[in-house]
T-cell receptor, first 115, second 114 residues
């Protein structure tokens, strides 16, 4: 079965640079979620989108922004990168239009390293 | 606010034996869902099992089963006939009905001894 696709899988950036992470949800899934997992930590919710609209927001820095496009893929844009942004960034997807609280299926993650 | 607590940072078990991972949670909501996710060394987050709070019957998926005690707010995972491939970090997670955000516990690292 098709899974969530994230690209790139690995990304190395310098401090103060900008990074863009992409997420392609499972086919027919219309809701995407972004999580950040720091070293040795549990995943922390950043933001979610349903039908191209932001549906919830967690502990996402103002330097980060995200959007969902008409094909339901999502991009997380991170500017003025800091060393502390080094983490594994997960995207997950569900079929939100079902009206049920569905299981979130995760992508493989993007490992961001800020030097 | 919801919280999830996993009090066992590390566990180990002999191959083919049974192990139970503990999880407690706190929420004032009555309608919610609980999950166990597995994160092997590849760091992929893989769903192991899901439990709806309104269901009294404990969920089971092959060698994986849960002991859901709603009144005690406890949600433990039992792995039977442990296999080397079960070695991973296991996260317990909670989501409220209608909410977007999964709240995770701190994780339990499970080692399988051959």
């Amino acid at each position: 079965a098709a899974g969530v696709i994230q690209s790139p899988r690995h990304l190395i950036k310098e401090k103060r640079e900008t990074a863009t992470l992409k997420c392609y949800p499972i086919p027919r899934h219309d809701t995407v979620y972004w999580y950040q997992q720091g070293p040795g930590q549990d995943p922390q919710f950043l933001i979610s989108f349903y039908e191209k609209m932001q549906s919830d927001k967690g502990s996402i820095p103002d330097r980060f922004s995200a959007q969902q496009f008409s094909d339901y893929h999502s991009e997380l844009n991170m500017s003025s990168l800091e060393l502390g942004d080094s983490a594994l960034y997960f995207c997950a997807s569900t079929q939100g239009s079902s009206g049920l609280t569905d299981t979130q299926y995760f992508g493989p993650g993007t490992r961001l390293t800020v030097l | 606010a919801q919280t999830v607590t996993q009090s066992q940072p590390e566990m180990s078990v002999q191959e083919a034996e049974t192990v139970t991972l503990s999880c407690t949670y706190d929420t004032s909501e009555s309608d919610y869902y609980l999950f166990w996710y597995k994160q092997p060394p590849s760091r992929q987050m893989i769903l192991v099992i899901r439990q709806e709070a309104y269901k009294q019957q404990n969920a089971t998926e092959n060698r994986f089963s849960v002991n859901f005690q709603k009144a005690a707010k406890s949600f433990s995972l039992k792995i039977s006939d442990s296999q080397l491939g079960d070695a991973a970090m296991y996260f317990c997670a909670l989501i409220i009905q209608g909410a977007q955000k999964l709240v995770f516990g701190q994780g339990t690292r499970l080692t399988i001894n051959p």
